[in-house]
């Protein structure tokens, strides 16, 4: 067997040079705008060049890129004296050939390069939180905005919402929400979010919230009667049916009727249902106060004077008190029975319609009725409060936050001053507008003149919308769908044209739901 010899591989060279010292040379990346990728060029300030360019020496001994031109250019932007290289020999026996192998070369090296998904790229972030780096250090680290560096560790420590991430099912700020849920173990929310239309997401995460803090609520008012031995209806419970008697249906076997201690004395045969109800109570002592004591007249008003027998609105506070309702569970058990009336029921079925029987059932009927109707009022005004809170963000983070006035702008403030001349000087008004602005001086009015003494012509004029929508969202209290403050159709139409979407709360005020068609469950 003859011996082959082969001729030894010519040798690597690894080296630190300046990035000055080497020769871009042509690429398939025929441009690069370095301008568009801000955030490459800052990790490069950073970190340095992590990844070394790979070039070849010519015979003249020029180091010429051929993988790493966008980061050699970054080099020098930034303003780097050293970054790695690795140094091939050039073997290309001819101009044409030296091509070929370079963009052959070069082709597959993008070809090849994939890069983190999303969802690592969110893992990635949280790891590094965990191993103790600060949201500082990992924002420097990444040129990453310290919300994003948030928003990106809390997606990486969830599943379904980095799953949602990766899948294009969800931009990052709608994930962190979904992670949101998802950490506080909320899997019935999860899946809520994951299957709503991105144009209604933030209204529904924010109703979600609010469902989350009145179950805390509704576990910590229920602690009591589950200590004491009560079935505890869900948060959620509507009613039950006929054949499951409240206190009021029933007495004992010698026709008494049902205490409050009979109840509280046998609690293993009642569930109990906490209703949410309006409550007052004195600002100074804490004691009850019956609505009919005060003069709502006089609410925002100060110097009001209430009526004779009558009390200040602005002496009480309003709160919402858990009341119980109790139902019978065991008849037979608690030793109760249906009061006659209730047995009556059938034998009348046949009368004329106008017996007690019937009246009862008519009362309960209506009573029903009442509560259902009380119960959509509560969860369209808990609705409204979560539209709220996502029509101000959008105004704080969006419309306001404009360096120029919308094209319609100009309009909506002349047509809604020309209907409303008062509408700016309306108490609360003020008060809008430093929470809109983000002011924290007592006097809004002052700061927002400050402002404008120092804004450009266009800002001022947003400046001036400002104005007149925080007067606007002064009257827009929860229970706005109800009362339909004045040109509140036109203010909620003005803000869908500049990209707000409508909650379906808010769609009752112009006129493109009514009451009764709003979802409530």
């Known amino acids: 067997m003859t011996a082959t010899h082969t001729a030894p591989a010519a040798a690597l060279e690894v080296a630190q040079l300046h990035p000055d010292a080497l020769d871009i040379g042509e690429n398939v990346r025929d441009s690069v705008d370095l301008a568009q990728t801000p955030d490459f060029v800052e990790s490069i300030r950073e970190n340095g060049v992590l990844e070394a360019i790979s070039a070849v020496r010519t015979a003249d001994g020029t180091i010429v890129v051929r993988d790493g031109q966008r980061r ?38 993008n070809r090849h390069r994939e890069g983190l998904t999303a969802a690592q790229h969110t893992r990635g972030v949280a790891q590094m939180l965990e191993f103790g780096a600060s949201i500082t250090k990992v924002s420097k680290t990444l040129a ?37 849920f998802e950490e506080a173990g909320d899997t019935e929310a999860v899946e809520k979010l994951l299957t709503t239309r991105s144009y209604d997401f933030d209204h529904v995460a924010e109703r979600l919230r609010g469902l989350r803090e009145e179950r805390e609520a509704y576990a910590r008012a229920a602690a009591p009667f589950e200590e004491k031995g009560f079935t505890i209806l869900p948060h959620d419970h509507i009613s039950f049916g006929e054949d499951v008697p409240s206190p009021s249906d029933l007495v004992t076997t010698d026709g008494d009727e049902v205490t409050p201690d009979m109840i509280d004395a046998a609690p293993q045969f009642w569930a109990v249902f906490l209703g949410l109800n309006d409550a007052f109570f004195d600002k100074a002592t804490g004691e009850r106060v019956d609505y009919d004591d005060v003069d709502w007249d006089t609410e925002d008003d100060d110097s009001a004077v209430p009526d004779e027998g009558l009390r200040h609105a602005n002496t009480v506070d309003y709160r919402p008190e858990y009341l119980p309702e109790y139902w019978c569970i065991d008849q037979e058990g608690a030793g ?35 509560k259902q109707e009380r119960r959509r009022v509560r969860e369209l005004n808990k609705q409204a409060e979560a539209a709220t809170t996502v029509r101000r963000e959008f105004l704080r983070t969006t419309l306001l936050a404009r360096k120029t006035p919308p094209k319609t702008a100009a309009a909506y403030v002349a047509t809604t001053l020309a209907r409303d001349p008062g509408l700016i000087s309306e108490y609360k008004a003020a008060e809008s507008l430093g929470e809109l602005l983000g002011f924290k001086g007592y006097y809004p009015g002052r700061e927002l003149a400050e402002q404008v003494a120092k804004a450009s012509e266009a800002r001022a004029q947003v400046l001036l919308l400002a104005l007149v929508i925080a007067a606007q969202e002064s009257r827009m209290v929860k229970d706005a769908w109800r009362s339909k403050p004045k040109n509140a159709d036109q203010y909620l139409s003005f803000l869908m044209e500049q990209g707000y979407t409508l909650s379906a709360v808010e769609e009752i005020i112009t006129g493109q739901l009514t009451f009764d068609e709003v979802a409530i469950d």
């Open 336 to 370: 109760l029975e249906p009061r006659p009336i209730i047995d009556a029921v059938p034998a009348a079925a046949g009368g004329s319609g106008n017996g007690p029987a019937e009246a009862a059932r008519a009362v309960r009927e209506q009573e029903a009725k009442d």
């Open 72 to 109: 050699t250019l970054a080099a020098r932007e930034t303003g780097l004296t050293s970054i790695p290289v690795v140094i091939y020999p050039d073997t290309a026996g001819s101009d044409k050939a030296r091509a070929v192998d370079r963009i052959g070369k070069q082709i597959t090296a």
């Open 144 to 180: 990453m905005d310290k919300k994003d560096v948030k928003a990106q560790a809390a997606v990486g420590k969830a599943e379904a919402a980095r799953a949602a991430l990766d899948a294009g099912q969800l931009d990052l700020a709608h994930a962190a929400v979904v992670a949101e």
